[in-house]
Nanobody
Framework: QVQLVESGGGLVQAGGSLRLSCSASGRIFSINAMGWYRQAPGKQRDLVAHITSSDTTNYADSVKGRFTISRDNAKNTVYLQMNSLKPEDTAVYYC?????????????????WGQGTQVTVSS
């Protein structure tokens, strides 16, 4: 089994910063891409930022220049540094990881999700 645990959400004023962390644990042989998604009330879950195993990144247009995704492979952890936060960034943020794992002697890669962390930006 693999678990993803997020931390770092909270309430911040517009213009402020937050740093989200997501650590993966369990039967992990390798982690390919990792990413952050967010879901606001009544809306679909959208990609915020994505980072590959070779540290190639991409961002949603709405966060380019304000958010930075990074990862520490030794710790199986991905981070999201969020600066210049806006009220429209308010959402539940979810971590995602493509993990190579095994069960019953079989190896496979599948997506795992964290439980989500609330980010609220007040105006």
């Amino acid at each position: 089994q693999v678990q993803l645990v997020e931390s770092g959400g909270g309430l911040v004023q517009a213009g402020g910063s937050l740093r989200l962390s997501c650590s993966a644990s369990g039967r992990i042989f390798s982690i390919n891409a990792m990413g952050w998604y967010r879901q606001a009330p009544g809306k679909q879950r959208d990609l915020v930022a994505h980072i590959t195993s070779s540290d190639t990144t991409n961002y949603a247009d709405s966060v380019k220049g304000r958010f930075t995704i990074s990862r520490d492979n030794a710790k199986n952890t991905v981070y999201l540094q969020m600066n210049s936060l806006k009220p429209e960034d308010t959402a539940v943020y979810y971590c995602n990881a493509q993990v190579r794992t095994s069960s019953g002697g079989y190896y496979y890669t599948r997506d795992y999700w964290g439980q989500g962390t609330q980010v609220t930006v007040s105006s």
